[in-house]
């Protein structure tokens, strides 16, 4: 938002000037963003005084949809089989770790409540090679498995991976600096 009324701002100021020996005829501030006292964001449009609320109390879909995205619980998404699965075989620290598990495009995901710098670990490789194992039991002749930290800054970040019948170890491995 506030990259937006800067854009107005500079084309408001820059555009008169960029015409050769014309002086600016009349310059608009842009609005600035403010916060209310609820802590919603609120910004005046150019040419009125009137304030625009961008967040509603209520939770929107897009809410809802952005928590499944984060893969913070089980969701709409969840492959039932695999969780019923995990719950089933394993009751230990590794497996509280799982928040979510998912199928997509093929690929066997599993979110976890692990940070993102816990790539490689011990926890992640252990829930790899689980999630293998059950690919196995389904029969699966090209397993993916993606094991995935917590949402943060960078999304859902793989900690451990198998990415066909050619990979066996679930290591993520990192290309060399050049």
């Known amino acids: 938002m506030g990259v937006a009324a800067f854009a107005v701002g500079a084309v ?3 555009g008169p000037l960029s015409r050769s020996g014309a ?6 501030a842009a609005p600035t963003p403010q916060a209310s006292p609820a802590g919603e964001l609120t910004v005046a449009s150019v040419g009125t005084s009137e304030k625009k609320k961008t ?8 809410d809802k949809k952005a928590a499944e995205e984060k893969a ?7 492959d039932k089989k695999a969780a019923a699965y ?4 394993w009751n230990d620290k590794t497996a509280k770790r799982v928040k979510d598990i998912r199928t997509t495009g093929g690929y066997l995901r599993i979110y976890t409540n692990l940070p993102e710098n816990a790539g490689n670990s011990k926890t992640a490789i252990t ?4 999630g293998l194992e ?8 090209n397993p993916v498995v993606f094991v995935q930290a917590r949402f943060g800054e960078n999304g ?18 990192y290309p060399k600096p050049k």
């Open 72 to 78: 913070s619980g089980p969701s709409k998404y969840t």
């Open 55 to 62: 967040k509603s109390k209520k939770k929107s879909k897009r």
């Open 134 to 141: 059950y690919l196995a039991e389904r029969g699966e002749p």
């Open 127 to 130: 829930l790899c090679k689980r």
């Open 86 to 89: 995990f719950r089933s075989r």
């Open 12 to 14: 408001v100021v820059a």
């Open 156 to 173: 859902n970040p793989v900690l451990a991976n198998i990415l066909g019948p050619d990979d066996d170890d679930c290591r993520i491995t």
């Open 23 to 28: 002086a600016p005829e009349r310059v608009v």
